[in-house]
């Protein structure tokens, strides 16, 4: 056997234990390249194959424990905007029922709120949407039971897994909320609430593996445990743990020359990845950071850059190269801030961080260059200096070709992102990645993120509305390669804007070849900068809304996909506006409307 101890396998020895030499050898390698997950399963695995065997009924036997094991339930709700919760959601799943559980998974937008008094165990998955809201399949399930109709509910356990990201001011809000409210209630913690930031496999793991452990004391006992060796590993090979390296065959800009924006359609090989996508999906990158920002970082510290850094169990790395391939260094939040107050015996900054205006000021448009310039460096040493900091999160990108279009590729649609800030310019990280340094014949790793909220319908027949402003355009790309593959035969309606006709018509051949063909049946644009007065998507919208209300009241699906503060908010109540005039409807007729669309699928939304 092998040794856990607080999350680290010890190197076996062959003088204690059972194994041979090379037995030990040969699992030493294997343990060392273990993610925490895998970890998990494993342990559970072995656990579980023990318990097996010395609890094996006799033939035509059944235990009491097993009996009571196979009446346990447990309901798992999830709220998800891009398919995060929903995959965690399955894997709790499948670890609960392979434990004999018997397991209701739902997302929160087909469960039936009153069905909540039924429910023994409760486990909530939840992802924080924008500035601290809940995921779009989430809301109305999050209104009704921070209302007063919500039931009463002594005697539930529950435990929620929140996901969120520790650069936003309101981390993880939406599974904070929940739990509260589920406490507020009446319920009893299971297992105490997890907050995942962007990097979220091995926190979701050890939720899971507690929430395991805490079904088997509430069941009763070693006699009735439940084993972890349901935790199950990454189902496929190339995942968000495990990236696929696709080599870039085309990278070019898509704006003419003039313009004020530069965006990037860039091809990917996934030839040998056996990697599948939906239109709707999104494709996760993993990026490097800008070399120019980390020499500028090291030449305000103490260090040379060649030290030896541990970024995680079993990777050593230099400094520099930590700091270009694996720490995020173009973000500050809260916690990091904090975090470095500890180490740091800067006065200034401990003042900075006691005062939650002036912190939240500071954090605005500034990366780790100017905390290092204004109040660093922190530690006693290189790893003391990193210790703190997060992994680089993965890019997201709604992906803008169909698989079956174009076998064994994924195309992508980036605008690159730079901007002047406290004196200096800023640029995104992936973005100018693929602007300024991503040539054919590089490779990323990438993974595919599949979205269940944006996909289309599965009758054919069915019109559909698309507005995808910008790079918004790029699911909609996807959903008419799609469309002409398939033959599909129900009508299709496209707005899409930008700033100049001549310069940032995206794809404009493309549109207008699927118009002559009659794959696409309209499609309206909004150039905002060619005329005096701007012009959006949702101008055209409302120019149109007697047409566009009907095409509603035939069945349409409508989908948005882009900027969420501004664009999607305006469209939403814009459509709001169209559905009280078009319909003749009151303020709150045309809320219930538009949220009866949503909880159809009909209204769906990829924003950011």
Known sequence: MYIHSGGIFLQLQVLNSPFTEEQAELLNRLLSTLTEPQKVWLSGYLAASLNSLAQAPSAGTVTSSNAQQATKEVTVLYGSQTGNSKGLAKKTAAALEGSGVQVTVSSMSDFKPNNLKKVQNLLIIVSTH????????????H?????????KLDGVQFSVLALGDSSYEFFC?????????????????????????????????????????????VQGGAGAAIPAASVKAEESVYSRSNPFHAEVLENINLNGRGSNKETRHLELSLEGSGLVFQPGDSLGIY???DSTLVEAILAKLTWSGEEPVTVKQGDVRPLKEALLSYY????LSKPLLEKIAQLSTNVELRELVSNATDLKAYIEGRDLLDLVTDFGPWGENAQEFVSVLRKIPPRLYSIASSLAANPDEVHLTIGAVRYDAHGRERKGVCSTLAAERLEAGDTLPVFIQHNENFKLPENQDVPIIMVGPGTGVAPFRSFMQEREETGASGKSWMFFGDQHFVTDFLYQVEWQKWLMQGVLTKMEVAFSRDQQEKVYVQHRMLQHSKELFQWLEEGAYLYICGDEKYMAHDVHQTLLEIIEKEGSLTHSQAEEYLAKMQQQKRYQRDVY
């Open 287 to 289: 990026p490097e950071n």
């Open 173 to 217: 809000q939406t599974g904070k909320d929940f739990d509260k409210r589920l406490e507020e209630l009446g319920g009893t913690r299971l297992y105490p609430r997890f907050d995942c930031d962007v990097d979220f496999d091995e926190p979701a793991a050890e939720w899971l593996h507690g929430v395991l452990g805490g079904l088997s004391e």
């Open 143 to 151: 209104e009704f039971l921070h209302s007063k109709r919500a039931p």
């Open 328 to 331: 995020e260094i173009t973000v």
């Open 130 to 141: 924008g500035e601290g809201e809940p995921p779009d399949s989430a809301k109305t399930f």
